[in-house]
C-alpha cells in the first residue's frame, strides 16, 4: 500500500484500493487512510463527483453517452477528439480526432461506431449528448435507425452527461497533463495507449473495482507473505500498473 502511494502521489484512498483489489488485497477505503496517515503518507484529496440521477442509475444498461475532448498541441493546434461511453461497463471508444469536427465527420464517426458494435447496437435504447451543432440530424439518425433514441442534455447543465464529463477530467489528469502533444498522430498513439489501460486494466468504483473489459471477480485475497507484486509503465511511463508476479 505504501509502495503504490509512494509510487503514485496523485492517487486517492480509493484509487489505491481498487488497485490493491486487483491484486488481490481487499481493504476498506478508510482503512487505507488510517494506514497511509499513521505513515505519513497522507493521500491525495478526494475529488467528488457529480450525483447520478436516478435514471442514468436504473437505466445504465442500455445507456451509451458521447462527447468532445479537446487538446492543444505545442504547436497551438487545438485537436477534437470523440470518445463514447457505454455506461454500464465504462468501455469507451476512441471515434476519431480532427482539427476541423464538421457535421459530416462528426456523422461518419458515428456510422464508423455502429458498424464496429454490429449485433451488439441492439443492446443499447438511449445515447446523450450535450446540444453542440456539430452534432447534426445525419448523426442523431445513424442511432435512430439502429433504435437508439438520442437524449439532448438541457443548455448548459453538463452533470445531465456526468459520465463523459467524469471521463473527460479521468484522461485529462492521468494522461494529457504529463504529455507534451506534437500532432494528430502523437495524441491518437497516446489516447490508444491510454485507453487500453483504461478498458483494460483500470479499476472502476461503479464497477466493483472491476476494468470495463473484465466480468470476473477480482483476483482472490493473497497472503501477501507469499507473492511478488510486479509494476509495469504504461503510457509512456506516466501510468503504473500492479499485477501478481508468475
Given at each position: 500500500?505504501?509502495?503504490?502511494?509512494?509510487?503514485?502521489?496523485?492517487?486517492?484512498?480509493?484509487?489505491?484500493?481498487?488497485?490493491?483489489?486487483?491484486?488481490?488485497?481487499?481493504?476498506?477505503?478508510?482503512?487505507?487512510?488510517?494506514?497511509?496517515?499513521?505513515?505519513?503518507?497522507?493521500?491525495?484529496?478526494?475529488?467528488?463527483?457529480?450525483?447520478?440521477?436516478?435514471?442514468?442509475?436504473?437505466?445504465?444498461?442500455?445507456?451509451?453517452?458521447?462527447?468532445?475532448?479537446?487538446?492543444?498541441?505545442?504547436?497551438?493546434?487545438?485537436?477534437?477528439?470523440?470518445f463514447l461511453m457505454e455506461i454500464?461497463?465504462?468501455?469507451v471508444h476512441l471515434l476519431g480526432?480532427?482539427?476541423?469536427?464538421?457535421?459530416?465527420?462528426?456523422a461518419q464517426q458515428a456510422r464508423?461506431?455502429?458498424?464496429?458494435?454490429?449485433?451488439?447496437?441492439?443492446?443499447?435504447?438511449?445515447?446523450?449528448?450535450?446540444?453542440?451543432?456539430?452534432?447534426?440530424?445525419?448523426?442523431?439518425?445513424?442511432?435512430?435507425?439502429?433504435?437508439?433514441?438520442?437524449?439532448?442534455?438541457?443548455?448548459?447543465?453538463?452533470?445531465?452527461?456526468?459520465?463523459?464529463?467524469?471521463?473527460?477530467?479521468?484522461?485529462?489528469?492521468?494522461?494529457?497533463?504529463?504529455?507534451?502533444?506534437?500532432?494528430?498522430?502523437?495524441?491518437?498513439?497516446?489516447?490508444?495507449?491510454?485507453?487500453?489501460?483504461?478498458?483494460?486494466?483500470?479499476?472502476?468504483?461503479?464497477?466493483?473495482?472491476?476494468?470495463?473489459?473484465?466480468?470476473?471477480?477480482?483476483?482472490?485475497?493473497?497472503?501477501?507473505?507469499?507473492?511478488?507484486?510486479?509494476?509495469?509503465?504504461?503510457?509512456?511511463?506516466?501510468?503504473?500498473?500492479?499485477?501478481?508476479?508468475?
Amino acid at each position: 500500500m505504501l509502495r503504490l502511494a509512494r509510487d503514485n502521489p496523485t492517487w486517492g484512498c480509493r484509487r489505491i484500493q481498487g488497485e490493491m483489489t486487483g491484486l488481490g488485497y481487499r481493504l476498506a477505503a478508510s482503512t487505507i487512510w488510517a494506514i497511509l496517515t499513521k505513515a505519513g503518507a497522507g493521500p491525495a484529496p478526494r475529488r467528488a463527483g457529480p450525483t447520478w440521477t436516478e435514471f442514468l442509475t436504473t437505466q445504465a444498461k442500455g445507456i451509451l453517452s458521447c462527447d468532445f475532448l479537446h487538446v492543444d498541441t505545442i504547436g497551438l493546434t487545438r485537436v477534437y477528439v470523440l470518445f463514447l461511453m457505454e455506461i454500464a461497463t465504462r468501455r469507451v471508444h476512441l471515434l476519431g480526432a480532427t482539427t476541423n469536427p464538421t457535421g459530416e465527420w462528426v456523422a461518419q464517426q458515428a456510422r464508423n461506431l455502429m458498424m464496429d458494435l454490429d449485433d451488439r447496437a441492439n443492446q443499447f435504447r438511449f445515447l446523450i449528448r450535450d446540444r453542440d451543432a456539430k452534432y447534426t440530424a445525419a448523426f442523431d439518425t445513424v442511432f435512430h435507425a439502429a433504435g437508439v433514441e438520442v437524449l439532448r442534455t438541457p443548455p448548459q447543465a453538463p452533470r445531465a452527461n456526468a459520465f463523459a464529463e467524469r471521463r473527460v477530467r479521468t484522461v485529462r489528469r492521468e494522461c494529457l497533463d504529463g504529455t507534451l502533444t506534437y500532432n494528430i498522430r502523437h495524441l491518437l498513439a497516446v489516447l490508444g495507449e491510454y485507453l487500453t489501460h483504461y478498458n483494460g486494466h483500470r479499476p472502476h468504483q461503479g464497477r466493483r473495482q472491476r476494468p470495463p473489459d473484465q466480468d470476473t471477480v477480482p483476483a482472490p485475497v493473497t497472503d501477501l507473505g507469499t507473492v511478488r507484486v510486479r509494476r509495469r509503465k504504461v503510457v509512456h511511463g506516466l501510468i503504473n500498473e500492479y499485477e501478481q508476479a508468475a
